[in-house]
């Protein structure tokens, strides 16, 4: 849909490549047999859950998207307080369209360290602003709260009074 595609762009390989396309055929098939005989190199897993969540956004794969969150499961079993960690598996998920989990996973990010992101503000306000409007369309009011704080934070503008008018009257304004 439009809402994750515009975003996701920005960390899509092109699929139409075909000399990238077998190379990450390749280096996928590659990975799922050292990672079965090396299961506890968190470093390789972790690249190897970004290479199927970069082949499984563009096109829309779900089982490779899967295949990449399982990996990063794994790796957060052992480092859940990663910052880095938790962000590929916000990406992942939002590119899964799971968007209530991504948000879930993009905040984590921000509590553990809310400096992490800090190189990266554009592609934060980018994510926050379209799960604004994705909580805002569907009425989840303490999600869009939260999301367009967030955005203050970042310093984005024009939030301050949906937040008081939906908070003061507890019902959504009609816009």
Do not use: C
């Not at 993009?106 to 926050?128: G, M, R, T, W």
């Not at 955005?151 to 984005?156: M, N, S, V």
């Amino acid at each position: 849909d439009s809402l994750s595609s515009s975003i996701l762009d920005e960390f899509s390989y092109d699929p139409k490549n075909q000399y990238l396309e077998r190379f990450m055929d390749i280096a996928i098939l590659r990975g799922e047999e050292y990672i079965n005989k090396a299961p506890l190199d968190i470093k390789f897993r972790i690249h190897l859950a970004e290479a199927y969540t970069y082949k499984g956004n563009d096109p829309l794969n779900l089982v490779l998207l899967v295949k990449g969150e399982d990996h990063i499961k794994k790796v957060l079993m052992f480092a859940p307080e990663r910052p880095d960690f938790n962000f590929d598996l916000a990406f992942n998920l939002f590119a899964q369209k799971r968007y209530e989990e991504s948000f879930s996973y993009f905040e984590k990010v921000l509590d553990i360290n809310p400096h992490s992101l800090a190189q990266n503000k554009n592609i934060v306000k980018n994510f926050y602003t379209l799960f604004a409007r994705y909580f805002y369309i569907n009425r989840e009011k303490d999600n869009f709260i939260t999301t367009a704080k967030r955005l203050g934070e970042y310093g984005y503008d024009g939030l301050d009074s949906p937040i008081k008018y939906i908070e003061s009257n507890n019902v959504w304004p009609v816009i």
